[in-house]
């Protein structure tokens, strides 16, 4: 449809004019708007490429009404492979998370008291988890409410456990403790 020569699909809708080349409008509420069911182990089920040197749009955007509380992408994962995996082979970000107006920018929630809530798995010599403020605000901040450690940090390789290059005007370490039972720092051996 709008495509004289389709050569790479057995469906092409093209639309040369300011329209949304296709839409689907779900009423029912029992039915899903589009499924994509896989079964070949070669291919992707859906794949959204875009050969345009400098796109100035999003090739997949999600929009929720703002009058509505609902979910904008839920990705469910019942195997063993990833929920979502986001592979950047080239020199630019694989992932971006832009928040301008909105409360967290990210948020990561484990319902379950077993497992672990966020992991970074870092085969290379870069950064595991790179945290940069550019602003007044803080740059990590660990808010713990629960019984656990509010930051665990195990080490089994053969460099510091905590490397702190301080480079700015104030303190590269600042504890303040208000609690009258506990100290600042406590070490201890293992014993």
Known sequence: IGD????????????????????????????????????????????????????SKELVKFQADA??????????????????????????????????????????????????????????TGQGLYVQQDGHGRALEIDQNGNGDALLIVNDGNESCINLDHNGDNFALYINSTSDEKGSIAVSDGA
């Open 67 to 124: 009058n509505f509380d609902v979910t904008v992408l839920e990705v469910e994962n019942n195997g063993d492979g990833y929920g979502l995996l986001i592979d950047s082979n080239s020199a630019g970000k694989g992932l971006v998370i832009d928040n301008i107006n909105g409360n967290y920018a990210l948020e990561v929630y484990q319902g379950s008291t077993t497992n672990i809530c966020a992991f970074f798995h870092n085969d290379g």
């Open 4 to 55: 004289t020569d389709p050569s790479e699909a057995k469906l092409s809708l093209v639309q040369a004019i300011d329209l949304n080349c296709f839409t689907i409008d779900n009423n029912s509420g029992t039915s899903y708007g589009i499924y994509v069911e896989n079964t070949g182990s070669s291919y992707q089920g859906l794949l959204v490429t875009s050969n345009h040197a400098n796109p």
